[in-house]
């Protein structure tokens, strides 16, 4: 089956950095992708990962291990507009579907 | 400005009720998607449709009635739901089916059901 764990809620304060963690179990793994949802807002795109390493996207980052089924999303320099909900979202290719984790709220104050 | 547009944004109904929730992408994508997102649950795929044929349908209750008229357009039809079906529907598009490129997210509708 697939599984897919991060926490469910963070808290930071501003200008620091945060690292919210997603770990995965899944048979035919294709990419994983990030997504940020602000509350009463769609979902939208951050990364994709489907190599071992990290991409950086300026203030955002995400790192992918995939003997470890493991990712994590690094946000620096934070700000309020930060506050939301991150997703974690695993693509399978035996499937053909997304499956999504649960979300991790972050507040930033 | 997603490039996905769902109507209307929030709905609220009795168990008897029948109304649709409608979907519109602008971004020549050929997969279009309904999702679930219920509070502290992950968000629940429904269906897919690629190149406007149904190609997933994860389980979903008969009193979800899935239309894809044409690429650009989806709706949900909703017909006598359950208390528990109250939820933020989401409808989403990508590229392709399973591509490595991101789904496009709408901003939902948020369903009530008396």
């Known amino acids: 089956g697939q599984n897919i764990d991060q926490p469910t809620e963070m808290t930071a304060t501003e200008g620091a950095i945060v690292q919210i963690n997603c770990t995965y179990q899944t048979s035919g793994f294709n990419g994983l992708f990030w997504y940020q949802q602000h509350a009463g807002e769609a979902p939208t795109f951050l990364s994709y990962?489907?190599?071992?390493g990290l991409e950086e996207k300026g203030r955002f980052s995400s790192f992918l291990s995939r003997s470890k089924g493991y990712s994590y999303l690094l946000l620096k320099e934070l700000q309020m507009k930060d506050s939301a909900s991150y997703l974690c979202a695993v693509m399978s290719y035996n499937t053909d579907k997304l499956i999504f984790g649960t979300g991790t709220r972050l507040q930033v104050f | 400005e997603t490039g996905v547009t769902q109507t209307p944004r929030h709905l609220v109904m009795g168990m008897t009720n029948k109304k649709s929730l409608k979907c519109e992408q602008h971004l020549g994508h050929n997969a279009m998607y309904w999702y679930k997102q219920s509070a502290k649950k992950p968000l629940e795929l429904m269906f897919v449709y690629s190149l406007e044929e149904r190609v997933e349908n994860n389980s979903v209750p008969s009193r979800f009635s899935p239309e894809c008229p044409n690429s650009s357009h989806l709706f949900l039809h909703l017909h006598t739901l359950q208390p528990e079906d109250s939820a933020l529907y989401l409808c989403?598009?990508?590229?392709?089916?399973?591509?490595?490129?991101?789904?496009?997210f709408g901003d939902g509708t948020r369903l009530s059901i008396l």
């Open positions: 989403a598009s990508s590229q392709a089916r399973a591509s490595n490129q991101p789904q496009h």
């Open positions: 990962n489907v190599l071992d």
